[in-house]
């Protein structure tokens, strides 16, 4: 049982390139999230999934698509990368809902110059 | 006012003090409330979860008040390990929200 699993751990992208965050999970959660954490602020969720086929928009969205096309997985893509968008990016996932724990993956910290 | 806000820290306190945080919220329907704890450069983990008006667990305890819309976590006997930060986070609609998270050092 692996848990949350991310990759990469560590990237480096030049402006306007784009790349996916690569998120998967073995304990057939259905509720699935992407934060990202930035110094001095909390997490801030990006986009959730209620289950397969099933996305929404969650706090700060803008530069980044998600899907979902199975339960395992959900992986968050940068479409054109922007220096605000440096941060470290932790993907969660949970039983049902926000009102149960979540488990996070160890996180992806990204550079953009 | 922010959705959730923590004391600012950093806390430093020795070894067996007892020390305590507090997490004030905003969304009053908020049912259901959660205590995070993240060592650095590591992901967050649940520490606590709180339903009704408190929790304990061994050293740990979380206190709710719903009317003052507010949440406590006291830390009894600090031992070293317990350095980390400390996030609260409220479940909302379409959002899960974090506190900014208040650090503690716990010094020998």
């Known amino acids: 049982n692996a848990g949350v699993t991310q990759t990469p751990k560590f990237q480096v992208l030049k402006t306007g390139q784009s790349m996916t965050l690569q998120c998967a999970q073995d304990?057939?959660?259905?509720?699935m999230s992407w934060y990202r954490q930035d110094p001095g602020m909390g997490l801030r969720l990006i986009h959730y999934s209620v289950g397969a086929g099933i996305t929404d928009q969650g706090e700060v969205p803008n530069g980044y698509n998600v899907s979902r096309s199975t339960t395992e997985d959900f992986p968050l893509r940068l479409l054109s990368a922007a220096p605000s968008q440096t941060s470290v990016y932790f993907c969660?996932?949970?039983?049902?809902?926000?009102?149960?724990?979540?488990?996070f993956g160890p996180g992806t910290r990204l550079t953009v110059t | 006012r922010k959705e959730v806000e923590q004391d600012p820290g950093p806390f430093n306190v020795p070894e067996g003090a007892t020390v305590a945080f507090n997490c004030t919220y905003s969304n009053s329907a908020s049912q259901s409330f959660f205590w995070y704890r993240q060592d650095c450069r590591k992901e967050p983990k649940l520490l606590m979860s709180?339903?009704?008006s408190g929790n304990e667990d061994g050293r740990f305890t979380a206190q709710l008040n719903r009317a003052s819309q507010y949440i406590s976590l006291l830390i009894r006997d600090s031992k070293l390990s317990d350095s980390a930060t400390y996030l609260c986070v409220v479940p909302s609609p379409g959002n899960f929200v974090f506190g900014p998270g208040t650090r503690l050092s716990v010094l020998p």
């Open positions: 969660a996932s949970s039983y049902q809902d926000r009102n149960y724990e979540q488990y």
């Open positions: 304990m057939n959660h259905e509720y």
């Open positions: 709180v339903y009704s």
